[in-house]
């Protein structure tokens, strides 16, 4: 017995520690917290249970009276029975437009006529039974309402529905708030007596629906567990972590509450840990997961990717040519119908030819032609305003434009304004504008279907003619080759015009004719041939008859005369008779003139007739001359330089005017003494030779004679003087150009080095010669005061008898007067710095000039000799006298100095400036 309790105890806990799973409710633990009756249900959505104990038998009964309660609602029809039952329970996850919840049965042997009629106006039912959501319902947990059936006989039947939303419990009769899901621990006996306890402990997903406006906080899900004095405790994101406050948990009963709406958006679902404390703060229960799902509510519009969208489509397109593809978004839940979106067209304008010239794709948003007839010429641009819906376009929408634009076709053929044009054109002229014409063509301007392109089909068999296009469109008959009065004095020409790409049809083609009458005008003769061509020699004797011109005058019937004078004749050689056009040499010719080219010399000569005005044709003579051997040829040579020891020989070049055979071979002669020193010998070459020393020489220029003879008829010879430098020459070049080529860039600097030294030598002597000449400057002191200047020197005379004087007396002066400085030994000072010496020789000058000026503006330079000044040792001076330099009234003249100059050079300042001698 003991064993059956346990058995039994197991049962109802796991029956009751089970999760109840989504649209199912535990039968047994529904009876046993609510102590409320079992809610109806409905044939078409069973309400199943969990799984039942076998021990219980209440809930058998329950489940029995869930299939019971049929109800007879409204005046009966021999036909119709009514509703299968008057009250039907549905149960959803959310509510959205156009979305089913559930189907009635109404059974009837004949339903023509019938209508069905809600009083929720969110709601209503299709023919076949069909229960649609017709608007949005805003967020509710459970929603009831009737169903009216009438016949066409009045006939009424009734039928009253429920629809339960996310799991929510039918309400009693006292409207109590319904229970919500609840997570269970399972108990320890359980887990310890199945090890794979987790594994088959499923945690369902509690489902919330987004944007709910209740009452907060609302519960939404419980955990519960079976250990005595506990406390609950959630943490995850939405308790503990951002977003922070949207759920909280009752810690003694481990009621989930929700604080505010939920946006499916910005957070689809939410995973929190229930926790399970007992009094000491140990956690008596493992974490468990729980799982909120947000559901998705039609809380946004579709949106599309741009406002405005463009498209082309061809003139004429036919029906289902696709022109374009519009694209719109939605941010609800995918693969739901609240992001299903349908397309629709809401207007278009023009509304011409038809109202409805395009349809788009409910689904994919592709606007395709519906209707032919499309012109660009009438319509050029068709607006449309699109709208894409969710819901399958039946919920919330939003709208955009779509322009189409209308593009041409070559349906229209160019047409001439005129067909025929008639012109009159002078002849013999080119590149003439003989007619334009202009067309018209009603397809769009400036492409391809509306540009022209002109073609003459008659009346050009002589390819006189060429038509072209302007920049207007036009066509421009022209001539390219002149017309002649005398072969055709009228032309008709036929022009045809097409554009620049194919028709789309066959349409008839225009065309224009042309009548075109020449106008004669004075033509110039014309020489046959037009270049006539003689060969003469060139020493023709002058009045010679060179060569004969005629020329025509195409005008025969104006029978004019046609005279003849010479054109272009750069030589001057010849002349023509004006009557005859007979051309004669008036001076002599010269094929080797450099107005003959390969020995044709070309002259033009004139015809002109006595029309009004003159025509003037010019006709070319060209004469070729004969060679006559009238030039002697002559010796050059381009290096005359011989070593008189084994020099090489010179090359000596022989130049002709004359051509073959009044030129090779040519005899080379030494001449004039010229044989005694140099020889002559052949290269192999007619027109070059060998010129050889055949002995030493005195070093010199000489001239060289030859005479050359050319092997024409009759010959002709000259005698050359050859310049030619002989010299004395080592390792095969002259001696005089070794020297320079040694002497070379070095030998130059050493030379301007020398120069540069000897200008520096200049500039110091005259530099000290200025420092002897330069003037005395004024005294440190004024003249009236008297005072003695006395040089310091190191050596000081030996056998002085007043020695012991105080000498500290004459530092009283120098000791008042701070400004006055020694100047006998060097300053400590920074010496300046001096420029070195520059590589160029060209900058000694101002090397010298910049370093002199530098040290006489330096402190540190020597000499320090200079003058010391001491005080007055007049009267009443208490060092009184020096009889050193005895201190007498005679004065410095009768003094003797001479022996300073015996003194060295320390003492030749004191010679100069009191000795006797002259400077």
Request: charged share 25%; glycine share 6%.
């Amino acid at each position: 017995r003991e064993r059956e309790r346990e058995g039994a105890e197991r049962e109802r806990e796991r029956d009751t520690h089970r999760v109840i799973p989504e649209g199912q409710r535990h039968t047994e633990q529904y009876q046993r917290e609510t102590n409320r009756a079992i809610p109806e249900g409905d044939g078409e959505q069973a309400i199943s249970g969990a799984a039942m104990s076998s021990s219980s038998t209440f809930s058998l009964g329950v489940f029995s009276l869930l299939l019971l309660l049929q109800v007879w609602g409204g005046e009966g029809s021999p036909r119709c029975t009514g509703f299968a039952q008057d009250t039907y329970l549905f149960q959803v996850e959310s509510l959205a437009p156009g979305q089913v919840v559930g189907r009635v049965h109404f059974n009837c042997s004949d339903q023509k006529g019938l209508e069905f009629h809600t009083n929720d106006p969110h709601f209503h039912v299709q023919s076949d039974g069909k229960v649609l959501v017709g608007r949005y319902v805003s967020s509710t947990n459970q929603i009831s309402f009737t169903i009216t059936a009438l016949s066409e006989t009045k006939d009424t039947w009734k039928t009253a529905i429920s629809i339960l939303i996310n799991g929510e419990k039918v309400k009693d009769s006292t409207g109590s708030t319904p229970d919500v899901p609840v997570i269970m621990w399972p108990s320890r006996f359980y887990r310890s007596g199945l090890s794979r306890w987790k594994r088959e402990w499923v945690i369902p997903v509690t489902k919330h629906p987004e944007n709910d406006i209740g009452d907060f906080p609302k519960p939404v899900v419980q955990i519960k567990s079976n250990q005595a004095k506990i406390y609950y405790v959630i943490t995850g994101p939405g308790a503990d972590e951002p977003p922070i406050g949207i759920f909280t948990i009752n810690k003694k009963d481990g009621f989930i509450y929700l604080h505010k709406p939920l946006d499916r958006e910005q957070q689809d679902k939410y995973r929190l840990l229930a926790h399970a404390y007992d009094e000491n703060g140990q956690e008596v229960e493992d974490a468990v997961d729980v799982l909120i799902e947000v559901i998705d509510m039609n809380d946004n519009k579709p949106q599309f990717t741009v406002p405005t969208f463009y498209g082309t489509v061809v003139e004429g397109a036919t029906p289902g040519t696709a022109v374009m593809n519009l694209t719109a978004t939605d941010a609800d839940a995918k693969d739901n119908l609240n992001s299903m979106i349908g397309y629709s067209i809401q207007d278009q304008e023009p509304k011409l030819p038809l109202p409805r010239m395009f349809t788009i794709s409910s689904k994919t948003g592709l606007i395709s032609v519906l209707q032919g007839g499309l012109d660009r010429e009438k319509y050029d641009k068709y607006t449309l305003v699109v709208q894409a819906a969710d819901m399958k376009g039946e919920g919330l929408s939003t709208r955009a434009t779509a322009i189409i634009t209308i593009v041409d076709r070559n349906d229209n053929a160019p047409q001439f304004v005129t067909t025929s044009v008639t012109v009159n054109v002078p002849e013999n002229e080119v590149d003439y504008d003989v007619s334009r014409h202009p067309i018209t063509d009603a397809d769009k301007s400036y492409t391809p279907a509306w540009k022209a392109n002109f073609s003459i089909i008659f009346g050009n068999e002589r390819q006189q003619f060429t038509v072209e296009t302007d920049l207007d469109n036009n066509g421009v008959l022209k001539l390219i080759k002149p017309l002649d009065f005398e072969k055709s004095s009228r032309h008709v020409v036929t022009i045809e015009v097409r554009n620049q790409i194919p028709f789309t049809d066959t349409p008839s083609l225009s065309s224009a004719t042309v009548t075109i009458n020449v106008i004669d005008a004075n033509e110039a003769p014309i020489f046959t041939p037009e270049t006539k061509t003689a060969t003469q020699p060139e020493n023709l004797p002058i009045g010679s008859t060179v060569i004969t011109c005629k020329a025509k005058d195409p005008d025969s019937a104006q029978n004019q005369i046609v005279r003849y004078r010479m054109g272009s004749d750069p030589a001057q050689w010849f002349e023509i008779e004006m009557e005859t056009g007979i051309v004669k040499l008036i001076s002599s010719m010269d094929r080797e003139s450099q107005f003959v080219n390969d020995n044709i010399y070309t002259a033009t000569v004139l015809a002109y007739d006595d029309g009004n005005p003159p025509a003037t044709g010019t006709g070319t003579i060209r004469v070729d001359l004969e060679d006559i051997n009238d030039n002697p040829p002559i010796a050059t040579s381009l290096l005359n330089r011989v070593c008189n020891q084994n020099g090489l020989p010179v090359n000596v070049t022989i130049l002709d005017k004359d051509i073959p055979p009044n030129t090779f071979p040519y005899a080379v002669a030494l001449v004039h003494g010229a044989e005694k020193n140099w020889t002559i010998e052949s290269t192999g070459r007619d027109d070059v030779k060998l010129l050889r020393l055949k002995r030493e020489i005195d070093p010199n220029i000489y001239e060289v004679s030859l005479r050359v003879t050319d092997g024409g008829t009759p010959q002709m010879s000259q005698v050359t003087g050859l310049r030619v430098e002989v010299c004395d020459c080592e390792n095969g070049a002259c001696k005089e150009r070794i020297v320079a080529a040694a002497f070379g860039i070095p030998g130059i600097l050493a030379i301007l080095g020398a120069i540069l030294a000897l200008l520096i030598l200049v500039l110091l002597l005259l530099l000290f010669i200025k420092r002897r000449r330069s003037v005395k400057k004024e005294p440190l002191l004024p003249e009236e005061d008297i005072r003695d200047n006395v040089y310091h020197y190191d050596e000081e005379g030996g056998g002085e008898e007043d020695q012991d004087y105080d000498l500290s007396q004459l530092h009283r002066g120098l000791d008042a007067r701070p400004e006055v400085v020694r100047n006998d030994v060097a300053p400590v000072l920074m010496a300046p710095q001096y420029r070195p010496r520059p590589a160029n020789p060209d900058e000694i000058g101002t090397f010298i000039d910049e370093n002199l000026k530098t040290a006489d503006n330096d402190p540190t330079a020597p000499p320090y000799d200079s003058l010391l000044v001491f005080d007055y040792e007049g009267g009443g001076s208490e060092a009184e006298s020096l009889s050193s330099v005895n201190s007498s009234n005679n004065s410095d003249m009768d003094q003797e100095y001479d022996h300073l100059n015996d003194w060295g050079p320390r003492f030749r300042k004191l010679a100069e400036m009191y000795g006797h001698g002259e400077e």
